[in-house]
């Protein structure tokens, strides 16, 4: 071998290396953004803006955060450990839109279907215009029947109980006992077709109990029990051992508890013993309990394009719908405090990154009322859970930005 040929063969040896050592830096995050991140949780904890915080962080598969921060019991001095159980709320939704779409990929259902193909209960619907003299509801006929596609996007006209919606809709539906615990979706949502719709199908983004109907769809088109089909089909797969709608005595020492920040400093506990016993209510919506451990596995399956440790829960097509823009052409984005969002099937969207702390355009993500927040980054492969039990809506919303700057912001 000449000498030049031999130079040659060092250089492409030596360049190759300083490629492989730029893309196994690369597949790490930062640890001075890791440790701003633990920092911060720790001052809110250690300031009584939070009782106690879990966040979990993997990039590329690999969990490179998983910490612990306060108390998941504040009154007994109880440490928050990373196996604590919570109170997920809204971070069920992607979960039951992952069941629907299982359903999806067997070919039971189109995006396009009227809901009352599958739900006869919802057909004819009528749409709220106003109200009478009375005070009865004033209403027009809707212009077209929901489809599927509007109720995992929430344009449907469907619309939430107080305090999330407001007015006469939403009163008719805790009239009806709408999302209460004791009765099942069977019960509950065919009585929906009796309750106006709040707006015309298609025309506007309103966050809403749809998901509790998808759920609810789920039965209908599996003939089980909505609980059954997400065990068997989502979480004993997974190995999501802790995620369920109640929390089993043996387990209920790990639930943590949630609070509210009193006038007077510190913290008031604010929840109650329903998330212990069995619910009649499967919430589609809002109903499961579980850890950031198990819910990392659900999202890393979502960033693997449907399969996690060689089990395919969905297909990359169906997983891909799930992270696409699903709302009516006429809709450029949803409520103001998700700046730079549309929406897919379940998920928020980022779809500028500019709006939204840096966040790569195409991060879907959700959280739940107590404040637990997670996102899945396709573009760096992050995902990050973070699980808080915290009634103050506004300091949720801004610790999730705080977060999402601490992580992408240079």
Request: charged share 15%; hydrophobic share 40%; aromatic share 10%.
């Given at each position: 071998m000449?000498r030049?040929?031999?130079?040659v063969?060092?250089?492409?040896a030596?360049?190759?290396?300083?490629i492989?050592?730029?893309?196994?830096v690369?597949?790490?995050?930062?640890?001075?953004?890791?440790?701003?991140?633990?920092?911060?949780l720790?001052?809110?904890?250690?300031?009584?803006?939070l009782s106690?915080v879990?966040?979990m962080?993997?990039?590329?598969g690999k969990?490179?955060?998983?910490?612990?921060?306060?108390?998941?019991?504040?009154e007994?001095?109880?440490?928050?450990t990373?196996?604590?159980?919570?109170?997920?709320?809204?971070m069920?939704?992607?979960?039951?839109?992952?069941?629907?779409?299982?359903?999806?990929?067997e070919?039971?259902?189109q995006?396009?279907?009227?809901?009352?193909?599958?739900?006869?209960?919802?057909?004819n619907?009528q749409?709220?215009?106003?109200?009478?003299?009375?005070?009865s509801m004033?209403?027009?006929?809707?212009?077209?029947?929901?489809t599927?596609?509007?109720l995992?996007?929430?344009?449907?006209?469907?619309?939430?109980?107080?305090p999330?919606?407001?007015?006469?809709?939403?009163?008719?539906?805790?009239?009806?006992?709408?999302l209460?615990?004791?009765?099942?979706l069977?019960?509950?949502?065919?009585?929906?077709?009796?309750?106006?719709?709040?707006?015309?199908p298609?025309?506007?983004?309103?966050?809403?109990?749809?998901?509790?109907?998808q759920?609810?769809?789920?039965?209908?088109?599996?003939?089980?029990?909505f609980?059954?089909?997400?065990?068997?089909?989502?979480?004993?797969?997974?190995?999501?051992?802790?995620?369920?709608?109640?929390?089993?005595?043996?387990?209920?020492?790990?639930?943590?508890?949630?609070?509210?920040?009193a006038?007077?400093g510190?913290?008031?506990?604010?929840?109650?013993?329903?998330?212990?016993?069995?619910?009649?209510?499967?919430?589609?919506?809002?109903?499961?309990?579980?850890t950031a451990?198990?819910?990392m596995?659900f999202?890393?399956?979502?960033?693997?394009g449907?399969i996690?440790?060689?089990t395919?829960?969905?297909s990359?097509?169906?997983?891909?719908?799930?992270?696409?823009n699903?709302?009516?052409?006429?809709?450029?984005?949803?409520a103001n405090?998700?700046?730079?969002?549309?929406?897919g099937v379940?998920?928020?969207?980022?779809?500028?990154?500019a709006?939204?702390n840096?966040?790569?355009?195409?991060?879907?993500?959700?959280w739940?009322?107590?404040?637990?927040?997670?996102?899945?980054?396709?573009?760096?492969?992050?995902?990050?859970?973070?699980?808080?039990?915290?009634?103050?809506?506004?300091?949720?919303?801004?610790l999730?930005?705080a977060?999402r700057?601490?992580?992408?912001?240079?």
């Amino acid at each position: 071998m000449s000498r030049f040929h031999y130079s040659v063969r060092l250089t492409l040896a030596f360049l190759a290396t300083l490629i492989l050592s730029s893309s196994l830096v690369a597949a790490e995050i930062e640890q001075s953004r890791l440790d701003a991140i633990a920092a911060d949780l720790q001052a809110r904890v250690d300031a009584g803006k939070l009782s106690g915080v879990v966040a979990m962080v993997a990039k590329n598969g690999k969990v490179q955060m998983n910490q612990a921060f306060g108390y998941q019991n504040v009154e007994d001095k109880v440490p928050m450990t990373t196996d604590s159980i919570f109170r997920i709320f809204s971070m069920t939704k992607p979960v039951t839109g992952t069941a629907l779409m299982i359903l999806h990929d067997e070919g039971k259902f189109q995006l396009s279907d009227p809901v009352e193909k599958y739900i006869p209960e919802l057909a004819n619907l009528q749409v709220f215009t106003g109200e009478n003299a009375d005070g009865s509801m004033a209403t027009e006929a809707a212009d077209h029947p929901m489809t599927i596609r509007e109720l995992v996007s929430h344009t449907g006209g469907l619309m939430y109980v107080p305090p999330l919606s407001s007015g006469p809709v939403a009163s008719a539906y805790i009239k009806a006992g709408i999302l209460g615990r004791d009765t099942t979706l069977a019960q509950q949502i065919p009585k929906l077709g009796d309750i106006p719709l709040g707006y015309q199908p298609g025309t506007q983004w309103v966050y809403s109990i749809s998901v509790d109907v998808q759920g609810y769809l789920v039965e209908v088109l599996s003939g089980q029990p909505f609980d059954v089909f997400l065990k068997e089909r989502i979480f004993d797969p997974l190995g999501m051992v802790d995620t369920s709608f109640y929390v089993t005595s043996d387990k209920a020492s790990r639930l943590a508890r949630q609070y509210m920040p009193a006038q007077e400093g510190g913290l008031t506990r604010t929840d109650t013993g329903a998330f212990l016993q069995k619910p009649a209510f499967f919430s589609g919506g809002g109903g499961l309990t579980s850890t950031a451990s198990d819910y990392m596995k659900f999202a890393q399956m979502h960033l693997n394009g449907g399969i996690l440790n060689g089990t395919r829960i969905l297909s990359e097509d169906a997983v891909q719908i799930m992270r696409s823009n699903q709302l009516p052409v006429n809709l450029s984005g949803i409520a103001n405090i998700y700046p730079g969002n549309v929406f897919g099937v379940d998920f928020a969207i980022v779809d500028d990154s500019a709006k939204f702390n840096g966040a790569p355009k195409g991060t879907h993500w959700w959280w739940g009322i107590a404040g637990s927040w997670f996102w899945i980054d396709p573009v760096e492969n992050v995902v990050f859970v973070g699980m808080i039990q915290n009634d103050d809506i506004l300091y949720s919303i801004q610790l999730h930005g705080a977060m999402r700057n601490l992580m992408y912001k240079p």
